[in-house]
């Protein structure tokens, strides 16, 4: 029997952080949506202007008995830069910001202690502004989102910036990644 767990990261757009760890061992599912904000089910036309508050994230359910939190988090941290306040590359805005939407205590702990660690080991020039968050309400994004790597491979935005990414975590976390 598994032991689903949930995560909850935002990280940039959810087109990019999606097929980072839909290819993980232990990752049952990755749902894209928006968390944050105060304007209740917002769609990605209101989330894009930036002033529902809301953050593109994504809901991870994986089996903690196969793929730990902890890991999931440091693979969080590697494929985005947490260093730069509500934006990643290009994408610039309060949606793209970085942060962690701790389900519990021990996750909250755990980001906690990582970005300290993280910080002590001056890995990035500048330190880690990742918003380490209580649960909020979850609402995923329009249908058109879900997966949308895996749908549209060629887009120019996917092959700029969504396959770099995906193939960073490849190469970085090869044990982990689904046959």
């Not at 990280?11 to 061992?25: A, D, H, I, K, Y």
């Not at 089996?63 to 260093?83: G, M």
């Not at 701790?102 to 990742?130: D, F, S």
């Not at 058109?144 to 120019?156: M, R």
Request: hydrophobic share 35%; charged share 15%; proline share 6%.
């Amino acid at each position: 029997m598994s032991q689903e767990q949930i995560a909850v990261f935002a990280g940039g757009c959810f087109w990019c952080t999606e097929p980072v760890f839909s290819q993980l061992n232990g990752v049952k599912k990755v749902v894209s949506g928006y968390i944050g904000g105060h304007t209740t089910n917002p769609t990605y036309k209101q989330i894009c202007n930036g002033d529902t508050g809301h953050s593109e994230a994504i809901q991870i359910t994986y089996d903690a008995d196969l793929i730990s939190f902890e890991t999931l988090l440091e693979i969080f941290f590697v494929s985005h830069d947490p260093t730069t306040p509500n934006r990643q590359g290009n994408d610039v805005g309060t949606q793209y910001r970085s942060a962690v939407f701790c389900q519990n205590e021990a996750q909250r702990t755990a980001t906690v202690n990582m970005i300290t660690a993280l910080n002590q080991q001056h890995i990035w020039p500048n330190p880690i502004v990742t918003e380490v968050n209580p649960a909020e309400v979850f609402y995923p994004a329009e249908d058109y989102h879900q997966y949308y790597f895996d749908k549209n491979p060629n887009q120019p935005y996917c092959m700029a910036v969504a396959a770099p990414k995906a193939a960073k975590i490849r190469a970085k976390y090869a044990q982990l990644i689904q046959e």
